[in-house]
């Protein structure tokens, strides 16, 4: 148990859905992350949240919005995603952003767009 | 651009070889260099971390990375690999606020 819980675990969704990802930590956090985990690439981050600021969004398209209502909980909305956005997306927090912080992972959400 | 290589995509071992995974970087700035695996089914868990001081880290299950500033690189090694050791095994470096990770390498451990 890592402290960082996800739901839901499976999440299938047709183009024209509207769905939400949770994300919980129970660690004490202040840094909140999304990443896309894609086969064979590199974790690619998404949104960072510090002390619930949004402080980076690696231009993800608008079809994916982040909402931090406080330092334990993160969500990912999604609307109207495409095939390509199919990947297990995971949630990770850290006691703050960067330097020698380690992130630490939630079991992420595997996502299918049909 | 920041980066994270490792270059190796899938390994394949027999029990009780030695193991190592290599990773190189691209950032000229202070580093902080992670490793994690994630065991089939499982999240990402952290393995080893350097952050300063001797460039030999050790880690949890035997694990062991050295931090070679001069070549970029953190290669993760272990004398003998178990079945249970089969994973796919993920690089991280921290460049300033950003947490980069490589493309992982596959872990194929054969009994």
């Known amino acids: 148990e890592t402290g960082v819980t996800q739901t839901p675990r499976h999440l299938v969704m047709g183009m024209t859905n509207k769905k939400s990802l949770k994300c919980e930590q129970h660690l004490g956090h202040n840094a909140m992350y999304w990443y896309k985990q894609s086969a064979k690439k590199p974790l690619e981050l998404m949104f960072v949240?510090?002390?619930?600021?949004?402080?980076e969004n690696n231009s993800v398209p608008s079809r994916f919005s982040p909402e931090c209502p406080n330092s334990s909980h993160l969500f990912l909305h999604l609307h109207t995603l495409q095939p390509e956005d199919s990947a297990l997306y995971l949630c990770?927090?850290?006691?703050?952003?960067?330097?020698?912080?380690?992130?630490?992972f939630g079991p992420g959400t595997r996502l299918t767009v049909l | 651009a920041q980066s994270v290589s490792q270059h190796n995509h899938h390994v394949i071992l027999s029990e009780a070889a030695s193991l190592e995974l290599g990773c190189n970087y691209s950032y000229g700035g202070t580093v902080n260099l992670f490793w994690y695996v994630q065991y089939p089914g499982q999240h990402l868990q952290l393995l080893l971390k350097?952050?300063?001081?001797?460039?030999l880290v050790k880690g949890i299950k035997g694990f062991e990375a050295e931090f070679i500033k001069s070549k970029f690189s953190f290669n993760l090694r272990k004398p003998s690999v178990q079945w249970s050791d089969t994973a796919e095994y993920f690089c991280a470096v921290n460049m300033g606020n950003d947490m980069r990770f490589g493309a992982g390498t596959r872990l194929t451990v054969k009994p």
């Open positions: 990770a927090s850290s006691l703050r952003r960067g330097g020698y912080n380690e992130q630490f």
């Open positions: 949240y510090s002390l619930e600021e949004r402080v």
């Open positions: 350097y952050f300063s001081g001797d460039p």
